[in-house]
C-alpha cells in the first residue's frame, strides 16, 4: 500500500512538471524527481493509461511534451489554481455569450474540489456589474466565438452576412463611418479577420475589408458567417501594432494608430477639482485654487466636447483651441433659438418640416 502511495504521488509531480513546460528531456525529469530516467519512462506508460497524451521525442535522453487529445483527462491544479479557476468562472457566468456554460463548469469543478477548497470558494462570491450605458447585446453563442476564433488562427479570408450596419460597423473614422454605412445594410461581407476582441460587454471581430480595402471593426452578434472559408492570407500590421489602443482608437473615432481624442480642448471652471475629477472620465484635472480647476478633455467632435463640458453646470473659461470656442458659439445660438422656440439650422443641414 505504502508503495502504491509513493508512485501515485510521484505520478502527481511528474504531471505537474509536465504541465508547467512544453518540452522535459527525461534527464531534467529524473533529477527533479529524484528518480532513474528508467522509472520516468515507466511513469510516462502509467499517464497514458489514464488518458494524458504525453509524446516522446528522440534524442540522446528522450524528450515528453504533454499534448491535448482527443479527450480531457484529469488535471492537476494546486491551491492557488483552483481557487482562480472558481473566480474566473464565477465572473463569467454572468456573460450573456458564454455564462450558462461557465456556471455548469463551476458546479463540476466544485465537486471534485477538496472539502477545504469547497468552503474557501463558497464565501468568495463575485458579482458582475455591467458599466451603466453599455446595452445589452444578443447572444453570440460560443460556437460562433469558436469559429471566428479558429477561422483567425487559420488565416482563412470569412464571408459573411452582417446585420444593420449602420450601428455595427466602426469604420476608421468611427462614429461618422456610421451614416456612410448605412446604406449597405444586409451586403455580403469578404474579411481577413485578425483578432476577436471584447469591449464594454460586447464581442467584436477586428478584420481588413477586401471590399472597402480598409480596417473594420464588427459586432459578433450581428455576423453570420457562410461556408466554405476563403483562402488563406498573410496578415496584415494594425495601425499601432496593438490591438487595444487599435480598439479603443477607433471607438475614440481615430484611425485606430493613436488612442488620443480626435477633439481635445482646455477650459478653466469654477468648480474645485475635486467636484471634477470623479466625473473627467480620461480627462486631466489641475487645481488653481479653492474654486476652480483646469480640465482637459477630449472627444470624438468639438460639439461633443463642449456638450460634455457643459455638463459641470459651472463658470466655464475657454482655454483652447478655437474650435472649441465655435464649438461653445454654436452651441449656445442653438439654446437660445430652443428658448425662444425657434429651429436653429446648422450651415449645411435642412430643418425638419
Do not use: N
Amino acid at each position: 500500500m505504502r508503495s502504491m502511495q509513493k508512485t501515485s504521488a510521484r505520478l502527481l509531480a511528474l504531471l505537474s512538471l509536465l504541465q508547467t513546460h512544453r518540452d522535459w528531456s527525461g534527464d531534467d525529469l529524473a533529477g527533479r524527481l529524484g528518480i532513474t530516467p528508467r522509472t520516468v519512462r515507466r511513469d510516462i506508460d502509467r499517464l497514458r493509461e489514464l488518458g494524458y497524451p504525453v509524446r516522446a521525442s528522440k534524442g540522446p535522453s528522450g524528450g515528453y511534451r504533454l499534448d491535448a487529445g482527443a479527450h480531457l483527462p484529469p488535471l492537476l491544479f494546486d491551491d492557488g489554481q483552483a481557487v482562480a479557476l472558481a473566480l474566473a468562472l464565477q465572473s463569467a457566468a454572468t456573460d450573456e455569450t458564454i455564462g450558462e456554460d461557465a456556471a455548469r463548469a463551476l458546479v463540476a469543478v466544485r465537486q471534485v474540489m477538496p472539502s477545504r477548497l469547497r468552503r474557501r470558494i463558497d464565501t468568495l462570491r463575485v458579482t458582475a456589474v455591467r458599466p451603466p450605458g453599455a446595452g445589452s447585446a444578443s447572444p453570440v453563442g460560443t460556437q460562433l466565438l469558436a469559429e471566428l476564433g479558429r477561422v483567425i488562427h487559420a488565416r482563412e479570408e470569412l464571408r459573411f452576412d452582417y446585420g444593420d450596419d449602420a450601428v455595427g460597423a466602426v469604420g476608421a473614422v468611427g462614429v461618422a463611418d456610421v451614416s456612410r454605412a448605412a446604406g449597405a445594410v444586409g451586403r455580403p461581407r469578404r474579411v481577413q479577420p485578425h483578432h476577436l476582441v471584447t469591449w464594454r460587454g460586447r464581442w467584436y471581430l477586428v478584420a481588413w475589408d477586401l471590399d472597402r480595402d480598409d480596417w473594420r471593426t464588427f459586432r459578433a452578434d450581428r455576423i453570420r458567417p457562410r461556408t466554405p472559408t476563403g483562402p488563406r492570407f498573410t496578415p496584415r500590421e494594425l495601425p499601432g501594432e496593438d490591438v487595444a489602443a487599435f480598439v479603443a482608437g477607433r471607438f475614440r473615432g481615430t484611425d485606430g494608430s493613436t488612442t488620443d481624442w480626435p477633439c481635445r480642448g482646455e477650459v478653466v471652471l469654477g468648480l474645485p477639482a475635486e467636484a471634477v475629477a470623479p466625473f473627467a472620465r480620461d480627462g486631466v484635472v489641475e487645481e488653481l485654487g479653492p474654486d476652480r480647476c483646469r480640465l482637459t478633455l477630449g472627444s470624438w467632435s468639438w460639439t461633443g466636447l463642449a456638450t460634455t463640458i457643459g455638463h459641470f453646470d459651472a463658470d466655464i473659461q475657454i482655454i483652447g483651441p478655437p474650435q472649441l470656442t465655435s464649438a461653445f458659439a454654436e452651441l449656445a445660438a442653438r439654446y437660445a433659438a430652443a428658448a425662444a422656440g425657434r429651429i436653429q439650422v446648422s450651415p449645411g443641414s435642412t430643418p425638419a418640416p
